[in-house]
């Protein structure tokens, strides 16, 4: 997890929807306000607990989209082990700008480790 600003923050890649997670998350955003949630792909370790955030804060999810499932060689599924509940409530596309106050984060669609990951920098 990372939490971009102050006072009014995003997040980005919430991580795991673990209760010890979740609580830990909560205090670590004490005295913040969550603008934006932000997602770069939907692993496990990554998007599961924007659910919980989204609903603790009612900030919008931001990501390229829900997990992919490409068949590869033989018609096998070779993505695995992704978060298949989450989609963004705003889509990213490459090269879409998130601004908040104090930051202003560009979207890069990089389809590795996963074929919805993005890459964000400052912009």
Known sequence: MFVVGEGEVAVIDPGPDDPSHLAALRAALAGETVTHIL???THRDHSPA???LKLWT???TYGFGPHGGEKGE???AVEE????AFVPDVVL?????????GFRIEGIH???PSL??????AA
């Open 39 to 41: 997602v770069t792909h």
């Open 74 to 76: 033989n018609t096998i």
């Open 81 to 84: 082990g992704g978060d298949t």
């Open 50 to 52: 924007a659910a919980a």
């Open 116 to 121: 919805n990951h993005m890459c964000l920098r």
């Open 110 to 112: 990089t389809p590795r």
């Open 93 to 101: 596309r490459d090269g879409d700008v998130v601004e908040g106050p």
């Open 58 to 60: 009612g900030a919008k």
